[in-house]
């Protein structure tokens, strides 16, 4: 028994001692400095797998990532002047407010061979919005009519009805151009075919997807001639693989391991003003939530700026809606909120009694939801209101806020064509409760407003009314925007040239080693 | 013979003090189980004076002073990444994992005793009730208590019952086991031919004797029952957020493990501690209650 006793204390004592020892990580590791780093495999890694790799049958960032290497859009976005630009498109012209006339650009081949031309797109948004292929982003092309190829380099696209952001739709990775010969001969979602500067080599399910170089890309071979897609459940241990050089770039670092990765020298941080905004919403269809002094209460209790101080670096704060790095952003609305007063808070709990019912905040258990819920939480505590936290996994989270099982939560959303009218038609247009407007929100005034956003055709206007629409809800506090995204991105010291998007999306085209 | 009957009463009484002082006697001399005890005691005594025990509130966030490390001036256990007082949010900890615990264990203990008394004693219930606990054994343990709060919705009340629900089966079998020896002993029938009801029988007479087993499953179950709390509340499942559930911290402070190592070592640790007690008090009083074992 006695000799036990020793073992077990022997052995709490060789617990506190490994605690103790703290920050013991190895020496960063150095290529060895090869004459030629561009013939090296080049690993991004990701948390998880892709779904698939066809533009028409995905619609998640993982595949993203791929597919923006393998295929092309008409479109893209540049993402120092944030200007759409053509891509694949030559030019593009409007005759009258419905129809767009592309020019596209000649003598690109697909990696089958297939020739890139005005059939190819015209295949490719036929199948993208048939009804018969059920594309989960078939509603990019929602507005398109009628598709027409008037010769063999230039296609007419006729919308039903003017569509303002139609050059963002696009340029959405969704809607990249597919080779229709390969696209009828085998399953892209699988095997896939694009016009891009990489090639699909292979697809080990829940490992690691490989690509090579394009040697007759159209717009110069890219120097990185391997890349690798590995798939690492654990954020930590990917950057682990980041200190000891198994993987060279990483994105979406977590704000709780900047101060960790800050203190890596074999890497280079890259931050840059992104797209997302996340937000605290309101359950529209509660009738507390109604209330407007109910909603002011909640956002005077709310310090925003305590919690984006909390974010290390990985936040802006701003109280629009449109964020500032979005299309319809307006600098007057960035301080336009109502202002964090917890004593006018608390006022307003006291007169109305705002306290006596419990209010669920639902939130999903990962990335900063659950950062944002215990703060909030503890805030309007201290308000007065009496809030009770409900924690579930991300899908499960979908479903119950879709089906508004809650009074207020956090919503995020990435907005890839960083355009203002993608962000308020679906997730506040009354077309969309049910299914995309979590927040089960409804105003035929501001419904009026984003469809005249979504449907006129200058730029300057839609602006102005995105502008209005954008005020109309921080004044009502339909929302209370936490923080605008950051983009960041982790890669290794003896690359460079990653092409990083404030959508998060980023391009490794012209990575060259140092 | 009234005095003869009195006598007798009190020489009965007597031996069973005399059992009690015995069996706690020999668990003091086992001093793994001492350390064991002074532990659950501790852990009792942080439980119930938990507010006096706590320097701050445990869900009072200060986002200046957080991620502190141990034996910050006013926080001597740090602060985690809300800037609240990891001490205190230990110290409720351990009030929540001791009551969902007995909660999960006694409860546990109610079904299985019902189930293996009345297994035990009625042949004609013994095959169905035994097929019942055969299949809740087929379940593993963690996912049984997933099912059954995936069904009732996450919070500790489902837990404790989700872990009582799996203790059953265990209890059940050790208790009918006992149970089916005691019956076929000599003082059995004579209670029978005198015309003792069953339940008395069972209640009164069998169960006493089949107690050793019972309070060893019971002491050794608080530890698994303290554990499954942490690990369903780490998984997401039992204490929802800002409840300082032992767990629950860990999931939190995993994610600043390289920079703040403490904020998951020292859940562990008294989840570890807690756990280790409740097993060496267990197998203490295993040894002290064996007729069979003579410690010295």
């Not at chain 1, 001692?17 to 991004?44: H, M, Q, V, W």
């Not at chain 1, 419905?98 to 490719?124: C, R």
């Not at chain 1, 993208?128 to 507005?143: I, M, V």
């Not at chain 2, 009190?10 to 009690?20: C, D, G, L």
Request: one cysteine or more; aromatic letters at 8%.
């Amino acid at each position: 028994m006695k000799k036990h006793l020793w073992l077990v204390l022997l052995f709490i004592a060789s617990l506190v001692l490994a605690a103790c020892s703290g920050e013991s990580a190895s020496a960063p590791k150095n290529s060895d400095g090869s004459s030629n780093i561009s013939d090296k495999t080049f690993t991004y890694a990701s948390t998880s797998d892709a779904v698939g790799l066809s533009p028409i049958g995905m619609n998640d960032a993982v595949s993203a990532n791929i597919t923006e290497h393998v295929y092309e859009q008409l479109f893209t976005l540049n993402p120092d002047t944030s200007e759409f630009e053509p891509l694949l498109a030559e030019s593009y012209e409007n005759p009258d407010e419905n129809t767009w006339v592309i020019k596209l650009k000649e003598g690109i081949k697909f990696h089958d061979g297939t020739p890139f031309n005005a059939e190819a797109v015209k295949y490719t948004f036929d199948k993208l919005r048939d009804p018969a292929t059920a594309a989960p982003r078939a509603s990019l092309l929602e507005p398109v009519d009628v598709i027409n190829v008037l010769d063999e380099n230039t296609v007419e696209i006729k919308t039903k009805y003017p569509y303002g952001p139609f050059i963002a739709a696009l340029s959405h990775t969704n809607a990249a151009i597919v080779s229709p010969t390969a696209d009828k001969a085998q399953d892209l979602m699988k095997d896939p075919v694009g016009t891009g500067p990489y090639k699909f080599v292979s697809w080990t399910q829940g490992d690691k997807i490989e690509l090579e170089a394009n040697e007759e890309y159209w717009n110069g071979v890219p120097e990185l001639k391997n890349l690798v897609f590995k798939v690492v459940p654990e954020i930590s241990t990917a950057i682990s693989m980041l200190q000891t050089g198994e993987v060279q770039f990483l994105d979406n670092l977590p704000t709780e391991q900047i101060k960790r990765l800050e203190s890596m020298d074999n890497i280079n941080i890259e931050k840059k003003d992104g797209t997302a905004i996340y937000y605290l919403t309101f359950n529209h269809s509660r009738e507390r939530n109604q209330d407007p002094e109910f909603r002011k209460a909640v956002a005077s209790a709310v310090d925003r700026d305590a919690f984006v101080s909390k974010l290390n670096g990985l936040g802006v704060r701003s109280d629009s809606v449109i964020g500032p790095q979005v299309f319809g952003h307006d600098e007057s609305a960035d301080k336009a909120g109502t202002p964090y007063d917890v004593e006018a808070a608390k006022a307003l709990v006291e007169k109305n009694g705002y306290g006596d019912e419990p209010i669920k905040l639902l939130t999903a258990n990962r990335d900063n939801f659950i950062l944002m819920a215990e703060i909030v939480q503890a805030q309007l505590t201290e308000a007065g209101f009496k809030v009770e936290i409900e924690s579930m996994e991300w899908a499960t989270f979908l479903d119950t806020a879709r089906a508004g099982e809650y009074d207020i939560t956090f919503m995020s959303w990435s907005n890839v064509t960083a355009d203002g009218s993608e962000m308020l038609y679906p997730n506040f247009h009354s077309d969309n409760v049910g299914s995309s407007n979590r927040a089960q929100y409804s105003n035929p005034v501001f419904d009026e407003l984003v469809v005249k956003s979504r449907t006129t055709i200058d730029q300057e206007e839609r602006k102005a009314i995105l502008k209005e629409a954008n005020h109309m809800m921080i004044e009502e506090n339909v929302v209370v925007p936490m923080y605008h995204g950051i983009v960041t991105t982790a890669l290794d010291k003896n690359y460079t040239g990653v092409q990083i998007n404030p959508t998060g999306k980023w391009y490794l085209k012209n990575v060259t080693g140092k | 013979m009234t005095n003869a009957v009195l006598t007798d009463v009190k020489i009965v009484k007597k031996k069973k003090e005399k059992v009690y002082i015995n069996t706690i006697k020999r668990v003091l001399k086992n001093k793994l189980a001492v350390v064991g005890i002074i532990i659950i005691l501790l852990q009792v005594i942080m439980a119930v004076f938990a507010p006096v025990i706590a320097t701050h509130n445990p869900s009072t966030q200060n986002l200046v002073a957080s991620e502190l490390p141990v034996f910050s001036e006013g926080h001597w256990l740090g602060t985690d990444n809300y800037g609240r007082d990891v001490w205190s949010r230990i110290v409720h900890g351990a009030r929540i994992s001791l009551i969902v615990g007995f909660t999960a264990v006694t409860l546990g203990l109610i079904g299985g005793i019902t189930l293996g008394l009345l297994g035990g004693y009625y042949k004609k219930l013994d095959g169905i009730i035994m097929r019942i606990v055969d299949l809740l054994f087929s379940f593993p343990g963690i996912l049984l208590a997933m099912l059954i709060i995936a069904i009732l919705g996450t919070s500790l009340v489902n837990v404790a019952i989700a872990i009582s629900i799996w203790s059953i089966p265990s209890c059940a079998r050790i208790v009918r086991g006992s149970v089916l020896s005691i019956k076929e002993k000599e003082y059995i029938m004579a209670l029978k031919s005198l015309g003792a009801s069953d339940l008395r029988i069972m209640i009164r007479h069998i169960l006493p004797n089949a107690m050793a087993p019972i309070i060893v499953f019971a002491t050794m179950r608080m530890g698994t029952a303290i554990l499954s709390t942490a690990s369903l509340s780490y998984l997401g499942l039992g204490a929802q957020p800002p409840t300082p559930e032992w767990g629950a911290m860990i999931s939190q402070g995993q994610d600043y493990m390289w920079t703040s190592p403490h904020l998951t070592i020292v859940p562990g640790i008294a989840i570890m501690l807690v756990v280790f007690a409740f097993n060496v008090v267990g197998d203490g009083l295993r040894d002290a209650l064996d007729p069979n074992m003579d410690i010295q």
